[in-house]
């Protein structure tokens, strides 16, 4: 199995900061990495597709990058709507596998 | 728009068996190419990808489960469902059902908890 690992596991950034959370795959998955985003008793919600992809009616502050083990999601200006737990997940093979999980707060 | 919403026992008896159904409205299960998966999260945890089933009935379990789950669809009542044997406590969890596109998981049910307690 691909193991993913994300870091932080947790983090508190303030209103109109520049949050960054990244993931590493156990090996190369090319550009097959996909971010959710999960409040709390939600189910997660698909983001970013493809690495860099935003999903239909994704907030255009919210982003993607990376290729072959190591990737990275941005959002460009916390809102006090993003306060959740976001998850990276690959779909290079199977079985599908998601990292930890980071957990956003608000300072 | 393609909704998708859990149903079933919310508790189970250790080494019974868990069965859930997913319904989906808004679309034909039929429709397209897409696989039609079970995820499951333990409270406070991640998340943990169990299998999933082609339109076309074809299946796939994630290799740590694989012995004791089946996926199956019934495109008459437009669900699809999940049998999960001998459970134990430690697979107390929310079950998601979810439309995998194949470039992500797009839509998700709202999620069961199903309790293994006796």
């Known amino acids: 199995d691909i193991q993913m690992t994300q870091s932080p596991s947790s983090l508190s950034a303030s209103v109109g900061d520049r949050v960054t959370i990244t993931c590493q795959a156990s090996?190369?998955?090319?550009?097959?990495l996909n971010w959710y985003q999960q409040k709390p008793g939600k189910a997660p919600k698909l983001l970013i597709y493809d690495a860099s992809n935003l999903e239909t009616g994704v907030p255009s502050r919210f982003g993607g990058s990376g290729s072959g083990t190591d990737f990275t999601f941005t959002i460009s200006s916390l809102q006090p709507e993003d306060i959740a737990t976001y998850y990276c997940q690959h779909y290079d093979n199977l079985p599908l596998t998601f990292g930890q999980g980071t957990r956003l707060e608000i300072k | 728009q393609v909704q998708l919403q859990e149903s079933g026992p919310g508790l189970v008896e250790p080494s019974q068996t868990l069965s859930l159904t997913c319904s989906v409205s808004g679309g034909s299960i039929s429709s397209g190419s897409y696989y039609w998966s079970w995820i499951r999260q333990p409270a406070g945890k991640g998340l943990e990808w169990i299998g999933r089933i082609h339109t076309s009935g074809s299946t796939n379990y994630n290799p740590s489960l694989k012995s004791r789950v089946t996926i199956s669809l019934d495109t008459s009542k437009n669900q699809f469902s999940l049998k999960l044997s001998s459970v134990t406590a430690a697979e107390t969890a929310v079950y998601y059902c979810a439309r995998d596109s194949l470039y992500g998981l797009d839509v998700w049910g709202q999620g069961t908890t199903v309790t293994v307690s006796s």
């Open positions: 090996q190369d998955i090319s550009n097959y």
